[in-house]
């Protein structure tokens, strides 16, 4: 089974577990998962092997913590030392479908906007290519910073204390929403700082959103020929 597959499964057979079991299970699952430079199938086979013990052990009257002991987050650095890593091309390939998406999704938001804005008032439909690369390469690698922290975030409070869980959910809710405005701002700060350079065309509304539908359609093709997300 791939990694898809093995997570479809998992989703199915971790109902049968009971609430605390599935509880302590789920903290091991996104720990584990979190871990993003492990080897996604190795990942999803060690996790469906802890589930399948872990269902066994419950017929007989047994915990999560009889199975797996009372410091999850030790056991789980454990196996997660003794997992391979991802192989780089299988990462390369990855970052450079999110981007291709990334760009392609871009596409069709600005040209959303500006077919909308077109209806209302006179839009420049001039894109300056040397800019809009910036653009792109800069709101790139500020979503994949702000990727990185919320899963180090993740990853730092799955086993933590949850007696007083409407705190940390305001927490939570306020930090999400904090990054959210600051990349926000930097997107709008970023448009107004990089100057116009570059090859310049005219390309208006509907033409990024057919071009922007164009790309998401190959990269879909290209994902079903060559499974890069498994």
Same mark, same amino acid.
């Not at 804005?117 to 702000?146: H, N, P, R, S």
């Not at 959910?169 to 600051?182: R, Y």
């Given at each position: 089974?791939?990694?898809?597959?093995?997570?479809?499964?998992?989703?199915?057979?971790? #109902?049968?577990?009971?609430?605390?079991?599935?509880? *302590?299970?789920?903290?091991?699952?996104?720990?584990?998962?979190?871990?993003? +430079? +492990?080897?996604?199938?190795?990942?999803?086979?060690?996790?469906?092997?802890?589930?399948?013990?872990?269902?066994?052990?419950?017929?007989?009257? #047994?915990?999560?913590?009889? !199975?797996?002991?009372?410091? &999850?987050?030790? *056991?789980?650095?454990?196996?997660?030392?003794?997992? &391979?890593?991802?192989?780089? $091309?299988?990462?390369?390939?990855?970052?450079?479908? @999110?981007?291709?998406? =990334?760009?392609? =999704? %871009?596409? @069709?938001?600005?040209?959303?906007?500006? @077919?909308?804005?077109?209806?209302?008032?006179? !839009?420049?439909?001039?894109?300056?290519?040397?800019?809009?690369?910036?653009?792109?390469? %800069?709101?790139?690698?500020?979503?994949?910073? !702000?990727?990185?922290?919320?899963? +180090?975030?993740?990853?730092?409070?799955?086993?933590?204390?949850?007696?007083?869980?409407?705190?940390?959910? !305001?927490?939570?809710? @306020?930090?999400?929403?904090?990054?959210?405005?600051?990349?926000?701002?930097?997107?709008?700060?970023?448009?107004?700082?990089? &100057?116009?350079?570059?090859? $310049? %065309?005219?390309?208006?509304?509907?033409? $990024?959103?057919?071009?922007? +539908?164009?790309?998401?359609?190959?990269?879909?093709?290209?994902?079903?020929?060559?499974?890069?997300?498994?």
């Amino acid at each position: 089974m791939n990694a898809k597959d093995l997570i479809a499964l998992n989703n199915e057979k971790r #109902k049968q577990l009971n609430e605390h079991n599935r509880n *302590y299970y789920e903290d091991m699952l996104v720990y584990i998962r979190s871990h993003l +430079l +492990l080897s996604e199938q190795q990942s999803e086979e060690l996790l469906m092997e802890l589930l399948d013990h872990l269902l066994e052990a419950q017929k007989h009257g #047994k915990s999560a913590e009889d !199975v797996f002991g009372k410091d &999850p987050k030790a *056991y789980c650095d454990e196996l997660i030392g003794q997992l &391979p890593k991802e192989k780089r $091309r299988n990462i390369y390939a990855f970052i450079g479908y @999110l981007m291709i998406q =990334l760009f392609a =999704l %871009i596409t @069709l938001a600005t040209g959303a906007v500006e @077919l909308v804005a077109e209806l209302f008032t006179d !839009v420049d439909d001039t894109v300056y290519l040397g800019k809009e690369f910036v653009l792109f390469v %800069i709101d790139f690698a500020v979503i994949l910073l !702000v990727v990185a922290i919320i899963v +180090l975030w993740i990853r730092k409070s799955t086993f933590r204390d949850d007696s007083n869980t409407f705190n940390n959910k !305001v927490k939570t809710f @306020l930090v999400v929403w904090f990054v959210f405005f600051i990349v926000f701002g930097m997107f709008i700060l970023m448009e107004r700082l990089v &100057p116009e350079f570059g090859y $310049r %065309i005219e390309a208006g509304g509907m033409v $990024r959103i057919l071009f922007g +539908l164009f790309v998401l359609a190959m990269t879909w093709l290209l994902n079903k020929k060559f499974r890069i997300t498994k």
